[in-house]
Nanobody, 114 residues
Framework: VQLQASGGGLVQAGGSLRLSCATS????????MRWYRQAPGKEREWVAA???????DYADSVKGRFAISRDIRKKTVDLQMNTLEPEDTAVYYC?????????WGQGTQVTVSS
């Protein structure tokens, strides 16, 4: 199983980016699909999650600005990020938790300039 995150880049404050996490291989027993981020000098933090039933949840810092979605056919998990702030600058990682273990993508850099 491999996770490949893409879509990061440099954007001005107030702008938008859409991250995508492509999965390969057969993943069974999914408990949740998540995005995390890690800013320089800080610990990795959870950003958003979506469950197999479609229920989603967000960290307070991104609630109302970010939206997580999944495409079962394409086997992708996306994160639409709107009204970006400099504080959103971080490396973003996708994560899939299953009953058998956890998978991580390699990360994609998001930089928001003020």
């Amino acid at each position: 199983v491999q996770l490949q995150a893409s879509g990061g880049g440099l954007v001005q404050a107030g702008g938008s980016l859409r991250l995508s996490c492509a999965t390969s291989g057969r993943i069974i027993g999914i408990k949740a699909m998540r995005w995390y981020r890690q800013a320089p000098g800080k610990e990795r933090e959870w950003v958003a999650a979506i469950l197999p039933n479609g229920h989603n949840d967000y960290a307070d810092s991104v609630k109302g600005r970010f939206a997580i979605s999944r495409d079962i056919r394409k086997k992708t998990v996306d994160l639409q990020m709107n009204t970006l702030e400099p504080e959103d600058t971080a490396v973003y990682y996708c994560n899939i938790g299953t009953v058998y273990g956890t998978y991580w993508g390699q990360g994609t850099q998001v930089t928001v300039s003020s």
